[in-house]
């Protein structure tokens, strides 16, 4: 709408961003939204890493709909009140950077930050945040959600972690609860570089540090091919 493209041009201005906007509403400077809308959403959606939607919150579910791939390549998705009353946390609110990004539009246009994540509501720890701070990759992947579900639900998780393996504050503050807490652990999360040993029969994830790095030595001239094979 007229109003939602005045509001674009305000975010883009505040946020440095491109702004997209019908051609019947383009300023100097602005870029053209096709009449195709889902196929121009899904053109660009692998080409940014924050996306904000001055549109209605069921116009943006379906522009993106088609274009999801995972939690941990799809870029963050805000969508903002057409009067900039709400900036929601649409998609990606972790490890794309979501929360943090309707928090930053919020500010910059005197809105309110809607953020559903069951981990920001319940003020527990996310190990998606945890991984993204700590610059680590995430082991064990499919065990991700019922680890994170132990955390919310206040069981008891067991944080292992490698004395030489960088933490951070709060991860130090959630280990020392969970050592005093009695009981067995209803899940794990191990931060080490190091081979565990015996997998737990609980729940769990590792998180590895991305500074490990492998080479090998070979003569010149060296083609790709032969080292592959």
């Not at 990606?92 to 539009?105: C, T």
């Not at 945890?130 to 639900?153: H, P, Q, T, W, Y």
């Not at 931060?191 to 565990?196: A, G, M, R, V």
Request: hydrophobic share 45%; aromatic share 6%; with cysteine.
């Amino acid at each position: 709408t007229k109003n939602a493209s005045r509001l674009a041009n305000e975010i883009g201005h505040k946020l440095e961003a491109d702004v997209y906007v019908k051609s019947k509403f383009a300023l100097p400077g602005n870029r053209t939204i096709p009449e195709d809308f889902i196929g121009f959403v899904h053109e660009i959606f692998d080409k940014y890493r924050e996306l904000i939607f001055v549109t209605a919150v069921g116009i943006a579910v379906r522009a993106i709909a088609g274009a999801l791939k995972d939690k941990f390549s799809d870029p963050a998705v805000v969508v903002v009140h057409e009067r900039g009353t709400y900036a929601i946390s649409l998609l990606s609110g972790h490890v794309g950077g979501a929360n943090e990004l309707a928090i930053k539009v919020a500010s910059a246009i005197g809105a309110e930050p809607i953020i559903t994540t069951a981990t920001d509501v319940e003020e527990v720890i996310s190990i998606d945040m945890v991984a993204k701070e700590c610059g680590c990759f995430i082991e064990n992947v499919k065990d991700l959600k019922k680890v994170s579900a132990a955390l919310v639900n206040g069981e008891k998780v067991c944080f292992v972690i490698d004395k030489d393996a960088k933490t951070i504050p709060k991860l130090e503050i959630y280990a020392k609860r969970c050592i005093k807490a009695a009981g067995k652990p209803d899940a794990f999360v191990y931060i080490t570089d190091k081979d565990i040993g015996t997998l737990p029969d609980k729940p769990y994830v590792i998180l590895r540090r991305k500074d490990i790095a492998v080479g090998l030595g070979c003569k010149r001239q060296t083609t790709f091919n032969n080292l592959l094979a």
